[in-house]
T-cell receptor
Framework: EAQVTQNPRYLITVTGKKLTVTCSQN?????MSWYRQDPGLGLRQIYY???????DKGDVPEGYKVSRKEKRNFPLILESPSPNQTSLYFC??????????????FGEGSRLTVL | QKEVEQDPGPLSVPEGAIVSLNCTYS??????FMWYRQYSRKGPELLMY????GNKEDGRFTAQVDKSSKYISLFIRDSQPSDSATYLC?????????????FGKGTKLTVNP
């Protein structure tokens, strides 16, 4: 089954404790991206990757890191989480190089709470 | 002016009603226009996709794009309780060698049996 898999789905952590949210897709997609979704603010892009070893900042990259060492994986790293990073996070992928022409496939989401 | 504006609702309609969802935008460079549907506790899924102006129909769903007015719409005919979800408009363009994809904040729709 074609899918984007995120882990963990739910996480409660404390300020400053490094964490990684993993994302994996099995569709051989070139493009991958991370979004956060907050009430009243909608979906905002954090980082995206057009291909392996190519990443770029989205609209809200502060406090996050990403890497794209393999085509299928695109982990989101919070080096020192803060309460304002409490949010619902979505990973997405697309076949084309650039979401603008392609269909975005989203994962189920990872709800993160930072105390 | 925000780049993409979408009325958050909520919108509540009886089963069988025609639903109209709308977004306006300010960036004339947008070329691709999309509607995503997001069920509670799920990720968004692409519902409709349109390039430039015009209409596109898929079953009970019709997407319209009016680039001259910078206005897009999604119509749902014969709405069903299973259509209850949040609907997100999205639009994209390639600018300066990089892509720009912007989502509306979403309209929450409830279809009552």
């Amino acid at each position: 089954e074609a899918q984007v898999t995120q882990n963990p789905r739910y996480l409660i952590t404390v300020t400053g404790k490094k964490l990684t949210v993993t994302c994996s897709q099995n569709m051989n997609h070139e493009y991958m991206s991370w979004y956060r979704q907050d009430p009243g603010l909608g979906l905002r892009q954090i980082y995206y990757s057009m291909n392996v070893e190519v990443t770029d900042k989205g609209d809200v990259p502060e406090g996050y890191k990403v890497s794209r060492k393999e085509k299928r994986n695109f982990p989101l790293i919070l080096e020192s989480p803060s309460p304002n990073q409490t949010s619902l996070y979505f990973c997405a992928s697309s076949l084309t190089q650039g979401a603008y022409t392609g269909e975005l496939f989203f994962g189920e989401g990872s709800r993160l709470t930072v105390l | 002016q925000k780049e993409v504006e979408q009325d958050p609702g909520p919108l509540s309609v009886p089963e069988g009603a025609i639903v109209s969802l709308n977004c306006t935008y300010s960036n004339s460079a947008f070329q691709y226009f999309m509607w995503y549907r997001q069920y509670s506790r799920k990720g968004p899924e692409l519902l409709m996709y349109t390039y430039s102006s015009g209409n596109k129909e898929d079953g009970r769903f019709t997407a319209q794009v009016d680039k001259s007015s910078k206005y897009i719409s999604l119509f749902i005919r014969d709405s069903q309780p299973s259509d209850s979800a949040t609907y997100l408009c999205a639009m994209s363009a390639r600018q300066g060698g990089s892509e720009k994809l912007v989502f509306g904040k979403g309209t929450k729709l409830t279809v009552n049996p």
